[in-house]
C-alpha cells in the first residue's frame, strides 16, 4: 500500500454539506493514520489556488475529537475556503503543473482529494494524466459536490439535498403567506441551476401535502411567454393566489437566457455568465401582459449555505462518500471520483462506488424529460420519487447563545 501524506481541498461554490464530505476525508484518513499509511492529512486553503501557493494546513490537529468533527459537519460553506480557478492543458502551462508536483514532493504527498462539482473534476483529470505521464505515484480522487445535482455517473450529489429541503421548505411558507389575501396576486421565485432544474423542480414536493406552487419552469424546456401567461391567467381563474418558480437558467427558443437583459456579460474563470435577474424579467412581463399585482423573489445564497434546515440524508452520505474516497485511493484508484449509488429495492437506500473522472469532467446531467409534465410547466410523479428521499431528516445543529455553532479554520 502506498504510504505518504494526503492533501484535501473545497472548490466551487460551497453548500451546506461540503463540510461533512470534508469530515469524511477526515475520518477516512484518520484511520488511514492508524494503519501507518497516511501520516498527515493537509487541506488546502482556497482549492488549488492556495496549494500554489503552499498555504497548508494540517487537519488532524486542527480537529482532534468527535465533537468538532461533528459541528463541522453542520457547518456550511467551505471550511478551507474555494476558489473557481480553471487549469489550463500542461502543454500550455507546464509551470503550473511543474510548481504543484514540486509540493507534492516537498510535503510527501501521495493522496490528492478534491471536493468539488463539474469544474473541479475538470482538475481531477488533468493532474492525475500529468502524474501518470510524468510518472509520479499520486492517487487523485474526486468527490461529488453541488447544490445543481448535475455531475454524471453518481446518482445525486452531496449538497443538493439539503438544498432541495431548504427549497422545498421556503416554497411552501410562501405558499402560506400569499395565500391569506383574496386579492389576485403573482409570486415568482427564482431559484438557482444554471443548465439543470434539478433545485427548481425540488419546489414540487410541498406537493405531498397539497401545497406546490402553480407553475414551474426548468432550463431543459424551452421557455415560451404565451404559454407563461396564458397558464398564469388559467391558475389565478382558480385560485387569487398564484405561485410561479423558474430556474435561473431558462432560455427563449433562440437560446438567450431570459434573465440575460439585466446581465453585464461578465463570466467566471469557466467562461460561465454569471446569472440572476430572471424572476425580475418575469416579474415584468406579467406585470405588462396582466396588470395585477406582482412581485419576483430570489433565494439566491441561502439556498446553499441554509445548514439549518439541512437533511440527515444529506449530511450522512456527504460523510460516506467523503469516507469512500478514501478507501478508493488506498486501494490503488486514481483519476476517478467516488458515487452515491441508490438501490433498486422498494425501500431507500445507497451505496458507494466510483467512475472514471474522464466520464465526468465537463459533462452535465440534466434532468430527463420523463420528469417533467407535457406542458413543460411542471415536473412528473416520477421525478417527485426521485426527489422525496433525499430530503428525509433532521440535523442536529448544535447551538451557542441561540444561533448555530460553527467551525472556523
Not at 29 to 44: D, F, H, Q, R, S
Not at 76 to 88: F, Q, T
Not at 230 to 239: N, T, Y
Not at 303 to 312: D, T, V, Y
Request: proline letters at 3%.
Amino acid at each position: 500500500m502506498l504510504k505518504g501524506n494526503a492533501v484535501v481541498g473545497q472548490s466551487g461554490g460551497p453548500t451546506s454539506a461540503i463540510n461533512a464530505t470534508l469530515s469524511g476525508v477526515i475520518r477516512g484518513c484518520a484511520k488511514a493514520n492508524e494503519e501507518g499509511v497516511i501520516k498527515t492529512l493537509y487541506g488546502m486553503r482556497n482549492g488549488i489556488e492556495g496549494f500554489l501557493e503552499e498555504r497548508l494546513v494540517d487537519l488532524g490537529s486542527h480537529f482532534p475529537d468527535e465533537e468538532w468533527l461533528a459541528t463541522l459537519e453542520t457547518t456550511p460553506a467551505a471550511a478551507l475556503g474555494s476558489c473557481r480557478r480553471k487549469l489550463k492543458s500542461h502543454d500550455v502551462d507546464a509551470a503550473t503543473y511543474e510548481r504543484m508536483f514540486e509540493i507534492f514532493k516537498k510535503y510527501d504527498i501521495r493522496y490528492f482529494f478534491y471536493i468539488g462539482g463539474n469544474d473541479s473534476m475538470d482538475t481531477v483529470l488533468k493532474l492525475s494524466e500529468y502524474a501518470k505521464e510524468h510518472k509520479y505515484e499520486l492517487r487523485v480522487v474526486g468527490i461529488p459536490k453541488t447544490i445543481d445535482n448535475d455531475l454524471m455517473a453518481t446518482d445525486h450529489t452531496p449538497g443538493f439535498g439539503s438544498a432541495a429541503k431548504f427549497v422545498a421548505t421556503t416554497v411552501k411558507e410562501i405558499l402560506r403567506d400569499v395565500s391569506v389575501y383574496t386579492v389576485k396576486a403573482v409570486t415568482i421565485v427564482e431559484v438557482m441551476g444554471r443548465d439543470a432544474g434539478w433545485l427548481t423542480a425540488s419546489a414540487a414536493l410541498p406537493e405531498i401535502s397539497g401545497d406546490g406552487p402553480d407553475l414551474i419552469y426548468l432550463p431543459e424546456r424551452v421557455f415560451d411567454t404565451e404559454e407563461f401567461i396564458a397558464s398564469v391567467k388559467s391558475a389565478m381563474e382558480k385560485h387569487p393566489a398564484v405561485l410561479v418558480c423558474a430556474s435561473e437558467g431558462i432560455r427563449f427558443a433562440d437560446g438567450e437566457y431570459v434573465g440575460s437583459g439585466g446581465q453585464s456579460g461578465a463570466v467566471d474563470a469557466f467562461g460561465h455568465k454569471y446569472l440572476s435577474g430572471t424572476g425580475k424579467v418575469l416579474e415584468n412581463i406579467v406585470k405588462e401582459k396582466l396588470g395585477c399585482k406582482v412581485r419576483s423573489i430570489e433565494l439566491s445564497l441561502p439556498q446553499r449555505c441554509a445548514a439549518h434546515i439541512g437533511s440527515l440524508t444529506d449530511i450522512n452520505e456527504s460523510v460516506g462518500v467523503g469516507m469512500a474516497g478514501v478507501r478508493l485511493a488506498l486501494l490503488g484508484n486514481t483519476g476517478v471520483m467516488a458515487t452515491i449509488e441508490r438501490s433498486a429495492e422498494k425501500e431507500y437506500s445507497v451505496s458507494y462506488g466510483m467512475a472514471d473522472i474522464r466520464t465526468i469532467a465537463n459533462e452535465i446531467k440534466t434532468v430527463p424529460m420523463d420528469y417533467i409534465n407535457e406542458a413543460g410547466n411542471g415536473v412528473t410523479e416520477k421525478c417527485l420519487e426521485y426527489l422525496r428521499p433525499l430530503i428525509v431528516g433532521e440535523t442536529a445543529v448544535k447551538y451557542e447563545n441561540g444561533l448555530p455553532k460553527h467551525v472556523i479554520i
